[in-house]
Structure formats: structure tokens, C-alpha cells
């Protein structure tokens, strides 16, 4: 009985450290700060209304009323989708992308650009009909989606049949765009260890574009989204608040 209990101690010891690592497993908006104040990006604005790096999640939405600039993606698309739109920064990103990923033997192709409010409505309805809550981990609601920024892309590949499926991760067109796309100033917005954070189940094919500085940053720091963004904002109310220079 005794060896059992024994057994069981050093085990239990064993998990609790494990358990911290996993609820510990990357650092808060405040550390962040406080290893680097100041970090080498652009900040023009108050993070929050900065239309390039702007959070759109759960519980930051965009009114119905939000239409950006948008232009045709003169890109690979699935078979099948109409041609797709995205503003024209993220647009010529992505042709960019395109190109040093064909340039490697990687051929993309298009699914899924900018939405509408109107759009995403009418998708997420659908999904929830047909998935009940479950819906919830992969659909956004009407205005709590990315794509309606105009800066955010579903891609995918013919080898997959051109699915959203989170086995795109494992083909050489996935691991491709996870390994190149902050290049181009896109980052993989939902991935699997991020869930809590971003309310999303992990989607390798969405990619949202916020510019090369911001998407190289986030890449290295490998926080969610949502962490970053605290982090920005940290940044800001400190910039904001410095004495101006005679």
C-alpha cells in the first residue's frame, strides 16, 4: 500500500509541472512589455482603431456598415469560387506570396477573400443549422470575422482537393506558407494550442495580413493574436504618455 502511495506521489509531482507549462505556454502582454517597450514596429495610431492591425474577434466586432477598399485577386483560385476581393495592400502581399511559393514548386489557390457582413450572416446561419454550437468553434458571427477587414485569406491547394481542413498543415503547401508567410506580412491566425484565446478550433489556411513588421513579430513571439495586441496597446499608452523632445 505503501509503495502505491509512493507511486502516486512522485507521479502527481511529475504532472503538476506539466500542467504550469501548458497554461504557461507563452508570456502575458505585461512580459512582454516589460522585456521590450519599445519594439521596431510601426505604431501611427492607437492600436485599437488602426485599420491594418485592428483585433476582430469574439468580442471585437466591425459594424454591419464596414466596407473597405477592395480589389480583385488576380490569383490561383479552387475551382469553381468566384474571383475573390481583399484590400490592396493585403492583395499585392499575397501576389507576392504567390509568386516566391511557385517560385519554390508551391502552387496555392484561393477559397475564400473578403466577406461582406451581409455574407458572413448568412454562412455562419447555415452552419449553425447544421452544427448546432459546435458551429461556434469554426464559424465567426456576422461582424466578428476577418474577413470582412478585407485582410484575411482562406488558401489551400490541389492535393487536398482545395479543402479548409487542418490537414493542409501537414502537405508541403501548408508547411510552405507557415514557414514563409510573416515574409509577406501574413501570420496563421488560429492555431490548435490558441484555441481558449481565440475561441477558433486551428485553421492553417487562414492567414491575415498585418503588415511585414508586425507579422515578422508576432511570428517570433508566437503569442495569439489577442496577446499581441495587449501587448501593442501596452506599447502605445506608453509612447503616447513620453515627454515630447525640445
Given amino acids: 500500500m505503501k509503495r502505491v502511495f509512493c507511486f502516486c506521489s512522485v507521479l502527481l509531482l511529475l504532472l503538476i509541472p506539466l500542467a504550469g507549462a ?6 502575458t502582454a505585461q512580459e512582454l512589455f516589460e522585456r521590450d517597450p519599445a519594439p521596431d514596429v510601426p505604431l501611427t495610431c492607437d492600436p ?3 485599420p491594418l492591425i485592428v483585433l476582430v474577434n469574439k468580442q471585437n466586432g466591425l459594424p454591419s456598415s464596414y466596407e473597405p477598399e477592395l480589389i480583385d485577386l488576380k490569383l490561383p483560385h479552387k475551382p ?6 481583399m484590400r490592396p495592400e493585403a492583395a499585392e502581399a499575397l501576389s507576392r506570396l504567390f509568386a516566391a511559393a511557385e517560385a519554390d514548386g508551391i502552387k496555392l489557390g ?8 451581409g455574407t458572413q450572416r448568412a454562412i455562419h446561419a447555415k452552419k449553425v443549422a447544421q452544427r448546432g454550437r459546435s458551429a461556434e468553434l469554426t464559424s465567426a458571427p456576422p461582424g466578428k470575422s476577418e474577413h470582412q477587414l478585407g485582410l484575411a485569406v482562406d488558401v489551400s491547394c490541389a492535393s487536398i482537393s482545395y ?10 503547401e501548408g508547411q510552405w506558407v507557415e514557414a514563409h508567410c510573416a515574409e509577406y506580412g501574413f501570420i496563421i491566425r488560429y492555431r490548435k494550442e490558441w484555441q481558449e ?6 485553421e492553417p489556411w487562414h492567414i491575415r495580413y498585418v503588415g511585414p513588421e508586425h ?5 517570433a513571439l508566437n503569442v495569439p493574436y489577442e496577446v499581441y495586441m495587449e501587448y501593442m496597446q ?4 506608453a509612447r503616447s504618455h513620453m515627454p515630447v523632445s525640445e
Wanted: hydrophobic share 40%; with cysteine; net charge positive.
Fill in 197 to 202: 484565446v481565440t475561441g477558433y478550433k486551428v
Fill in 80 to 85: 469553381g469560387v468566384a474571383t475573390q476581393q
Fill in 163 to 172: 479543402r479548409l481542413n487542418a490537414i493542409f498543415s501537414t502537405t508541403p
Fill in 48 to 50: 485599437r482603431i488602426d
Fill in 215 to 219: 507579422a515578422r513579430l508576432v511570428t
Fill in 234 to 237: 501596452l506599447c502605445w499608452n
Fill in 110 to 117: 484561393v477559397v475564400s477573400g473578403y466577406r461582406s457582413y
Fill in 22 to 27: 501548458a497554461a504557461d505556454a507563452w508570456p
